[in-house]
């Protein structure tokens, strides 16, 4: 199929590749292949933006999200997670010794509401894993982190949609950055995210006991022991059983020439969102996502919903067939999944499951031009 755009698509500028060659090259003829100084150097990086005493980086999102729950030393506790998210986002509860509890999304943001969360409370329930759909960090989350702190839940935070992204505390007259609004959050560094390493992923927390047991279980869960004779090699102890999550010197290279642009990007994807907002907010059979002015949402994906009335799947193959692809992120959902069908919340999930028979994205990348949003928008308008 030969497509006119793309769904997604990282974006490396020329510019930068010069700079990536050459350190990698340097990185070849060290030989200091992992978790070096350019790693280190992409988490101070992470940790200056997000506004975080600590980041560590990863392999993945996934992993990540896994690590966390498991330096909390909690086991055998429910989470609270919505559907409306890739698998992972429930996986790692499950991998972590804990019990996921999938409930339904807010109708128009497709995040956690705070109802949700309270419907499904119990004495089981110790935390909750909060994803940021479409890198929307919603006005409620505010009151979701104060319902956290006065239940004394753990609240940690999928950012994978959501590096850069950020609110306004109204309340405290201070903006707050994805990764620095829970416990702990996970960005995802996959191609099609806000940055990419390839692979790759960051941990980011303000606390200290968290952030130490995180750097071990990301090193098969060992520390190395201390030297009796300086330059002797002592080996290592294993301080809790774990594999390797380590990040390469080659992805945090990646990193250290994506998270410079971040500012730029961000605001081309909001000028991308704006520009769809005004070419389709006048089409009645299409409900377009919800915008905030005390939020700053990096977009992920620009979602938004046929009528019921419309056929989806016609009207994708019509999308297809001039030229532009689409997703629908994510279905089915996670609830819809055989495999965690036993974790579904007893109050099930209406309002995704009308909502995923309908919805859509379309083609959202920082190399999109303006025509190129007016010509997808055309041809959106004229599928119908």
């Not at 010069?18 to 030989?31: S, V």
């Not at 992972?88 to 010794?97: L, T």
Request: with cysteine.
């Amino acid at each position: 199929m030969n497509f006119k755009y793309y769904r997604a698509k990282p974006y490396i500028p020329d510019s930068d590749k010069d700079w990536i060659l050459e350190k990698y090259r340097e990185i070849l003829d060290t030989g200091g292949l992992i978790q070096g100084k350019y790693v280190s150097q992409f988490e101070e990086e992470v940790k200056e933006l997000v506004g975080t005493k600590h980041a560590i980086a990863v392999s993945s999102c996934g992993v990540g999200l896994e690590i966390a729950l498991r330096a909390t030393g909690i086991v055998g506790k429910k989470f609270i997670v919505p559907t409306q998210t890739f698998v992972a986002s429930v996986s790692c509860i499950i991998r972590s010794g804990n019990i996921p509890v999938i409930v339904d999304v807010d109708e128009t943001t497709q995040c956690l509401s705070l109802k949700s969360i309270q419907q499904n409370m119990d004495s089981d329930v110790a935390g909750i894993v909060h994803v940021h759909m479409t890198g929307l960090i919603t006005p409620e989350f505010l009151d979701i982190k104060q319902y956290c702190k006065d239940n004394d839940l753990f609240l940690l935070t999928d950012d994978a949609h959501a590096f850069g992204a950020q609110i306004h505390d109204e309340n405290k007259d201070e903006i707050i950055y994805a990764g620095n609004v829970g416990d702990v959050g996970v960005f995802s560094f996959y191609p099609s995210k806000i940055i990419t390493t390839a692979e790759g992923g960051m941990i980011t927390t303000n606390d200290d006991e968290l952030a130490e047991k995180l750097q071990v279980l990301r090193n098969h869960g060992t520390v190395r022991n201390d030297m009796l004779v300086e330059g002797l090699d002592y080996g290592v102890r294993c301080e809790m059983p774990s594999s390797n999550y380590r990040m390469t010197e080659f992805q945090g290279v990646l990193g250290l020439s994506q998270i410079k642009h971040i500012d730029e990007w961000i605001l081309r994807r909001n000028e991308i969102a704006n520009l769809y907002r005004k070419y389709l907010e006048d089409i009645e059979w299409l409900t377009l996502p919800p915008y905030y002015m005390n939020v700053v949402q990096t977009w992920w994906q620009y979602i938004v919903k046929l009528d019921s009335k419309i056929d989806r799947t016609e009207f994708l193959i019509k999308l297809m067939d001039k030229g532009v692809p689409t997703a629908n992120a994510y279905w089915p959902a996670c609830h819809q999944q055989e495999v965690f069908r036993p974790y579904t919340s007893k109050t099930n999930c209406p309002i995704s499951d009308k909502f995923l028979e309908q919805h859509f994205s379309l083609p959202m990348y920082v190399e999109l031009k303006d025509e190129n949003i007016k010509d997808i928008c055309d041809i959106v308008r004229n599928c119908v």
